[in-house]
Each structure stands twice: as structure tokens, then as C-alpha cells.
């Protein structure tokens, strides 16, 4: 805490603890009022202005330290002024403290509290910026909570200054009018808590209400003005229409049936979208052969002295679509429409904010209408518009899958997980392989000595990783592929065969009537949803990628089922979506997962953690392996088993973090972890070793050298320190 800050707490708690020592509460009191009311009225009488000044003065310097009084100076106000003076001095005057109030503890408080738990707050913080001010005004409303509780905390979160003067003055009005009114019959008031009876606070708990009843009048009357254009059909073709079958679309669509509800998925190109054809499953098998291949050039590592692998990328890439035709059923439209989900192919366009067009396949045009629509329309590889690019021509994500040959020179541009992912495969199948990342590092995400890491494994690998190296141009000079990149202010010129473009994923939120309907879009392309994934008219949801923020799989399918429950369901009971523990992995080698915050994110957010280590450089069985390269890193909350984050780097990682993805999401600490049997000799073991690294480091060393004495004492030695040992009875050697 600065000086500035010692200076301010110092002084407020000496007059907070001068109120006390000085017992100044008795002049708060109803009894003492009522002895110097004829004093006090006759004093008013004579100088209005300065008494009204003078009370003002008190009435902000009471409820500006917190100090208790407030609920009596009002009844006085009332007796003093009367009704209409009175509520406006102390309308005023109770703002501005509890304003005060309110400013003193967040130059205080705020910035400690938000380290100290701002992982935990980032929720209540967004509440409070989105719908801070309903729930301030509710609380004003409702004397049940005290309100320089309410101030204290409120100065606690980023609610603007402003808005919580504004509020506060609005809120307390009714309450200050019933206290004023109160205080004009002061001489029939005989105590205090007679004033807050069950009756009251019942009828303050109803307008507390108010402000929530308002903001659902409020919602529907935006949802009104939304729909007002459009003739709401008087009957409906189905319950729900989902757009897009990939992992969003097929779980919504599969959840709508399984509760037996009237669903049509609808898409357009290929069943199971990217994850399936382009995305997990086609990088899934490549990876499979590239790891083969490492495997074979590190033969001797694994006392095998030659071998070899004969192969054509060719017959890897049929690998490759065998194993997606292999997956395929999985997705497939029999499968969903032996689920009871109606699957047409096609493109489907919303005509209304009730009705699906269909340009089905086989030619044929259908409209069907609808309760509520599924956007799962996913997301496609962006191209940057860099000068030259179309000349040259590039690979994405979308069209890598059809290449039969190995290019020779390869450049990936982009250093994100997919970029990374495919950059290492094609490396190991033995294209020279240029990554090159306009950032820092790659794998930006990740903390510094993680992206090292793999950069690190890369190299040795022979990939030529450029960072901080930003494409500016492409050209083909005598029939060879040039880029032009700028690094260090200088520009370079690479010559390659082939371009695979990795450089993000953009929703596609074109062709499906977004721009019709005048649903927004975020600053990030995605599509504009709320809490409860509902798009501006409440019965379209939005999921997936086309929603972001996470471009995962199962990001995809944890959106699609707030979705489908909260468009079915959603009259009964609507569900938040809840982005509180979201692992991911990339499937490179050294693999990397992660959950929760890393120590980049946490020093950004300014969020106090502690971090523990455990190399696996020292796990048998990754020795055995010969996998012993990577770390368990795990965040806690200083001094507390409250894990905030885990990053696994190495062999198997995303498989590893499951126990921290589990542990977090059920409130499990390291000492649970620790205290769990792991099967010896595994991988999952350096979870266990990265718990026992946590606990060493918090070993509490004062009982440690109680029990220290104790076993001395025991022993019957020196209470003190360890007894000596008796020299054998031989003298010396034994
Ligand atoms: C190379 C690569 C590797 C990846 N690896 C992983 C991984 O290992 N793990 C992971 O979790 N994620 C991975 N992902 C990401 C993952 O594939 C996506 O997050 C996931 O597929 C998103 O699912 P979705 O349903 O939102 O969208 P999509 O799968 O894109 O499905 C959307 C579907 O909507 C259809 N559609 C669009 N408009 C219409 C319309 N008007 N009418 C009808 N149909 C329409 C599209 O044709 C598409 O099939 C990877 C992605 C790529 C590209």
C-alpha cells in the first residue's frame, strides 16, 4: 500500500475510532433528540441556513466514514425541515457520503482485492459493467441491506463514479421519503426498530423487485421493437432449426431430439463441418504419421541402430481421408436421423426471424418456420490480403488435405496451434519448412518459456522459425515463389514452393440473412450474443465458432447446449453460459494444454498467484519413454490450494490436464491431488509430483519443528536437536 494510501486509512480510522472512544453515538440517539428537539427548533428558527448547512455537513461526514446514525439523523431531518426540505438536504447529502464512502474504498481496497482475487471477480466485474447499475438500484431499494455495505463494496468493482452517485441518489429516494415522512411524527415514534417492522422491509423487498421486473420490461420491450417488422407465424413447422451440422450444430440438434422436440439440421457442404473433413480429425491422423516418422529417425535413441521408413506423402494424405471416412458415421445424416433429427442438405437462409429458407441439394426450395433457429455456421480460414498473395496462390486449413505431393519449400505463415501443428508434420515428412510469425514468439498464448520451448524443438527439428518477421509481399520471379518479409526493419526475401496460410479463423457470417435481419456482429467478427447465447432476437442463438470467443470442438459443443436448452427451455428456466474453465491443447511435440489463467494472463489482469513447477526431465516413465523434456506449471492462489491455472508441456499433455481440468471445475485442491493414488509407473504421475512440489514449498515449518522435538523426545534424546548415535560396542568398526 503507497503512502498516500496509509496517510488517507490512517485518518479515516482515527475519527472512525474517535466516534467510538468519545462515545459520540449517544448524541445519536432518539431519546437524546427528543430532549433537544425544542432546543434544535428553536435554534432553526432563528438561523435556518447555517442549521441546514450544519446538519448537511454531519449527515455527509457520518455516512461518508460509515459510522452508524444515519437512519436517526434521518427521522431528525424530517423533524427538523419537514418533508419536502427535508428529503431534498438529505436526498443530497446521503448521496454525496455514501459517494465518499464509496471513493474512499476503492482508493483503498480496490486495486489489493482485484489482485488479490480478480480471477474470481472477472465475473461479478462484467455483471457490474453490463447491469451494475439494476442491481445498485435494487440493493438502494431494499433497506434489508445495509447501505454502507453497499457502498464499501460497490467502490470494490469498476462501477463508474458517476453512475453510482446517479443511482444511489435515485434508489434511496423512496426509502428517504418514508424515513422523512417518519420523522415529521418523530414525538409518536417510540424506537428505531419499531420504524423497520416485517410490514416495511416487506414492502421495500417489492420495490427492491422493481428494478428487476423493469429490466425483463425493458428486455421485452427491445425484443418487441426487434420483432416489430416481422408477421409472426401463427403456427410452427418445428421447434427448432439448427444451421451448420458441424460439433455446435450436431449437439444442439441432437440434444432438440433427445427431449423429443421437432429439430431440422441443415448443411450445406459436408456432415461434422471442420472438426471432421478440414480441422482435429484430418491434423489428428497427419500428426499420427509425422510422430511415426520422428520416431523412426530417433531409432537409435531407443537402442535400435537402423531403421528406415519408405513412404509417399500420397499414401499418407489416403490415410488421412481414410481415417475421416472411418469417423464419418459418427456425423453421418443417417445417424442424426436415426437420432429422430429431421437432416436436410443444403443452404439455409433466415427469411424471418421465425422462418428458414432451403435450397436443398437435390434442387428443391422449403421454408420452413420455426420457434427458434441455431446459427452454428462455424468459421473459415482467413487469407490475408497481402499484395501478390492471390499470384502466388496459398494452402489453408481447408484445402491442405488435397495435396498428394510433399512441397519441397514450404511456408507457414502463422505461428497459432494450427500453423504450429501442420509446420512440425510436414517438417518431419521432410519439406523444408519456413514458419513465420509477425509476433514475438509463437504460440502466443502460451507463457514465454513454453513458446520457447517448442521453438526450441523446432529448430532442432530443422524448421526454420521466423518471429517478429511480418509478410509484406509475394512475388514469382523466373517461375520461382518468392515472399518479401520485413524483420528488424529490414526486408528479406524467402523463395518456396508452396504457402500455407494459418493466420486465424474468421466466422462466417455471410450468405444466411445476418445483414437481413440486422443481427450485429462483435468487433471480432463473431456473432453478437449474450449471456444466454440468444442473438438481438431472443428466439436465434448463435454457437460454435461462429460465436467464438474459443474456436475449439468442445468450446463448440459446450455453446450448443446452452443453446438448444435455453431456445427449448428457456420460458421455465434460461441458463448463463458458463466459460469459467476452458482447457485447450495444441498437438504439437512438445504438446501443450492449458486451463485456466497462465502467468502472462494473471501479470496482465494483475492477479496475485504463486507458481509451482515439476520438470518431467525427472518422471520415470518419462525417462523410460524417452519422452523426458516438459513441465507441469501450475498457478495458485498465494498461500491458498486454489488452483488458478495449469500449462502441461510434453508427451501427452492434453491427456495430463484432465485432472486439473477436473480439479478445477469441482473446486479440488493440490492437496486432494496429492492425497489420490496414481498408477506407477505413468505420465499422470507428475501431476502428483507437481502437487508434492506445492505442498514441500508450504510445509508448515513452525509445527515441523514441534514435531522435530517431539520424535527427539520420543527417542528419549536431547529435546533439542537430533540425538547422537551410540558408537558400537566394538569401538569403532563394526
Ligand atoms: C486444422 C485445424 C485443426 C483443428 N484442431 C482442433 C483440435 O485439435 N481440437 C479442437 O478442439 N478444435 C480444433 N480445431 C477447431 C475446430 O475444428 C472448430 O472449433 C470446430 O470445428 C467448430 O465447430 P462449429 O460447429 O462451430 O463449426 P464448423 O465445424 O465449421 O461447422 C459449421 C458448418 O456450418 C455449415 N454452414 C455454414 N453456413 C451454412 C448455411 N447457410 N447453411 C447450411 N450449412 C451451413 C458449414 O458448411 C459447416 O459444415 C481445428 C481446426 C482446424 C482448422
Redesign the pocket.
Known sequence: MGKGRVAVLIALAALIAAFFVFDLGRFFSLEFFKQQQAAIDAYFRAHPLRTAAVYFALYVAVTGLSLPGAALMTLVGGAVFGLSWGTVIISFAASIGATLAFLASRFLFRDAIQRRFGDKLAAVNRGVEKEGAFYLFALRLVPAFPFFVINLVMGLTPMRTRTFYWVSQLGMLAGTIVYVNAGTQIARIESLAGLVSPGLIGSFALLGVFPLIAKRIVDALKARKVYARWTKPARYDRNMVV???????LVAAYIAAAVKAKVTL?????MG???LN???VP??ALIRSAKFLSHVQRAREFGIRTASADFSFKDVMDRVHRVIKTVEPHDSVERYTGLGVDVVQG???MTSPWSVEIARADGARQTLTTRSIVI????APFVPPIPGIEEVGCVT?DTVWALTELPRRLIVLGGGP?GSELTQCFARFGSKVTQVEMLPRIMIREDPEISEMVARRFRAEGIDVRVNTKAKAFKVVNGEKIMVAEHDGKDLEIPFDVLLCAVG?VA?TA??GLDALGIPVTKSRTIEVNEYMQTIYPNIYAC???AGPY????T?AHTAWYCAVNALFGRFRRYKVDYSVIPWAT?TEPEVARVGLNETEAKEKGIAYEVTTYGLDDLDRAIADGEATGVVKVLTVPGKDRILGVTIAGEHAGDLIIEYITAMKHGIGLNEILGTIHIYPTLVEANKYAAGNWKRAHAPQGVLKWVERYHAWMRGGDATGPAQPTPPASGGKA
Open positions: 444451421i451448420g451440422a458441424g460439433a455446435a450444430g441443415v448443411e450445406k457442404h459436408r463441418g471442420d472438426c478440414f480441422g482435429c491434423s489428428k443452404e439455409a437462409k452454428a455456421a462455424g468459421a486449413s494450427i479463423r462466417r450468405g444466411y460454435g465458432d461462429v474456436q475449439f470442438t468442445h463448440a498437438f
